[in-house]
């Protein structure tokens, strides 16, 4: 996939960015040079590799599961900036 002035534009249109003109040229070799990066990884064999969330294994330390009494609800209200009846209070955002 070859990488335009046009598409660069595109891309930065739906992810809300300004790229000035004269840095468009940078953005597509840049991205060009990805995407010939990521060429060059899906033409390696991966026959019989399996997949990996991490590159190291790593074992989640878990901890006994324990029911406690946390009622901190005045504690943590005592940290918002605005509360009402018990609640956290926010400024209205939709109409």
Do not use: W
């Not at 990996?52 to 009494?69: F, K």
């Amino acid at each position: 996939m070859s990488i335009t002035a046009d598409t660069v534009k595109h891309v930065a249109n739906l992810a809300r960015l300004d790229i000035p003109a004269d840095e468009v040229e940078g953005y597509v070799e840049q991205l060009s040079q990805i995407l010939g990066l990521m060429d060059q990884l899906n033409s390696l064999p991966t026959d019989g590799v399996e997949p990996m969330s991490h590159a190291v294994e790593m074992l989640m330390p878990a901890r006994e599961d324990v029911v406690v009494n946390s009622d901190a609800r005045d504690l943590l209200l005592a940290c918002a900036p605005d509360t009402e009846d018990g609640h956290f209070r926010v400024p209205k955002i939709i109409e």
